[in-house]
């Protein structure tokens, strides 16, 4: 079956520091990769997506590259703010409305 | 735009109680989905519907049951309410197609005592 596995958390990090969080996968065919944000007391919503290999998504000056040779899907951003605190999950859709998660990782960003 | 609407937002529910948490979309989206949120577990799929009249299980389906009837509706019943039913629990809808975002209600936080 499917499977996505990310990084043990929570991290925590200074204004301006430079983030990765890491994302491996696994799966049957040939995935959809997707970062999903959760804002304190919200539903999730879509940060960037990649829809197959080598493609990069980014958004918000969030990045990550769809890399099938490593199965990884890991996000990056140079410069993060106190306003990028929140848990971040990396997901696979195969298609049929199904997305598989990962475990979630928090991020706190101090001033 | 109200997107995916779920109620209620919280419950309190004791053991062997039933309920159906709501779920509505305004989107004309296919698909449809309920998944629970739970610490270090990240979201797991409970049912999901293709298609009005069409629902299968997902990877925790064991306790809870849905129907879907319209497009727009996709509730979760929960049959007789246990302690590890205790969760925060997400709907999502999505156009058809894997490269598709799912959009994600606000959440239901249910504790069951």
């Known amino acids: 079956g499917n499977s996505v596995t990310q990084m043990e958390g929570p991290v925590t990090l200074s204004e301006e520091a430079f983030l990765t969080i890491n994302c491996t996968y696994t799966a049957t065919g040939y995935p959809s990769l997707f970062w999903y944000v959760q804002y304190p007391g919200e539903g999730l919503q879509l940060l960037l997506k990649a829809t197959k290999a080598d493609d990069k998504g980014s958004n918000k000056g969030f990045e990550a590259t769809y890399r099938k040779e490593t199965t990884s899907f890991h996000l990056e951003k140079g410069s993060v703010q106190v306003s990028d605190s929140a848990v971040y999950f990396c997901?696979?859709?195969?298609?049929?409305?199904?997305?598989?998660f990962g475990q979630g990782t928090i991020l706190t960003v101090h001033p | 735009n109200a997107g995916v609407t779920q109620t209620p937002k919280f419950q309190v529910l004791k053991t062997g109680q039933s309920m159906t948490l709501q779920c509505a979309q305004d989107m004309n989206h296919e698909y449809m989905s309920w998944y629970r949120q739970d610490p270090g577990m990240g979201l797991r799929l409970i049912h999901y519907?293709?298609?009005?009249?069409?629902?299968d299980q997902g990877e925790v389906p064991n306790g809870y049951n849905v129907s879907r009837s319209t497009t727009e509706d996709f509730p979760l019943r929960l049959l007789s309410a246990a302690p590890s039913q205790t969760s925060v629990y997400f709907c999502?809808?999505?156009?058809?197609?894997?490269?598709?975002?799912?959009?994600f209600g606000q959440g239901t936080r249910l504790t069951v005592v």
């Open positions: 997901a696979l859709s195969e298609g049929t409305g199904k997305l598989t």
């Open positions: 519907s293709v298609g009005a009249g069409i629902t």
């Open positions: 999502a809808s999505s156009y058809e197609g894997r490269n598709t975002e799912a959009f």
